[in-house]
């Protein structure tokens, strides 16, 4: 029964709806994910099932469960392969789909079991190979999304810089390894960075002052 609340919300400005999923012993696994410009990268917090008493805003679908409108999918292009081979590529439409005008929601009346341990992913490779594609990813997202100038300073480059400066320090290898890996992907990024500018009519202030209203009504600061 978990697709038909799906259905239902899945109006005229809405590009995906997702799923509550929870594990083997019920504890939330993926909830409503709600952002923040953090330490130079946009940064998720998750609300529980115990926030969600309705239909809410998340910043992107999680793409394990996740009901998508097909047309403004391809309207925006799908999943942008800068994130191959996973990763951050749900997370990067649905910030897409945010600056778009469209909405990114969660549904609780809908709730799958979603088994992470058990994934392609965790079973076939190993945690050295996935961290640093997460931190490179991550990077890549940044690279691509964030078009207000004051922010991409102030809130990326600034703290970024300081992190590469310093992060030999505690000898955060992957943190480097995911630097050279973005960096080898910088020219896609930089074309995924002019087609998400076109794409846009709602700023990164517009988007970000909404996600963080969104997070400070349920975690008060």
Not at 184 to 195: D, P
């Amino acid at each position: 029964g978990f697709c038909p609340p799906l259905a239902e919300a899945l109006g005229d400005d809405v590009l995906a709806v997702s799923s509550v999923a929870v594990d083997g012993e019920g504890r939330t696994v993926d909830g409503a994910r709600l952002g923040e410009l953090k330490r130079g990268t946009l940064r998720w917090l998750e609300l529980d099932r115990e926030h969600l008493t309705e239909l809410h805003p998340s910043a992107y679908p999680v793409g394990a469960h996740v009901l998508l409108d097909r047309a403004r999918f391809l309207e925006l292009g799908g999943f942008d392969p800068l994130y191959r081979p996973f990763y951050w590529e749900d997370a990067d439409l649905g910030y897409r789909a945010w600056k778009r005008g469209w909405q990114v929601l969660i549904e609780p009346r809908s709730q799958v079991e979603h088994r992470r341990e058990g994934s392609d992913i965790q079973r076939t490779v190993g945690e050295a190979t996935v961290a640093p594609i997460m931190r490179r990813n991550r990077v890549l997202f940044m690279w691509a999304n964030l078009h207000d100038r004051r922010l991409l300073l102030l809130q990326h480059l600034v703290p970024f810089c300081l992190r590469v400066l310093t992060g030999w320090i505690v000898w955060d290898t992957r943190f480097y390894g995911g630097l050279f890996e973005a960096l080898g992907r910088l020219g896609e990024a930089r074309r995924s960075r002019a087609r998400n500018r076109v794409q846009a009519t709602r700023t990164d202030r517009e988007v970000l002052a909404h996600l963080e209203g969104a997070l400070r009504r349920h975690v008060p600061r």
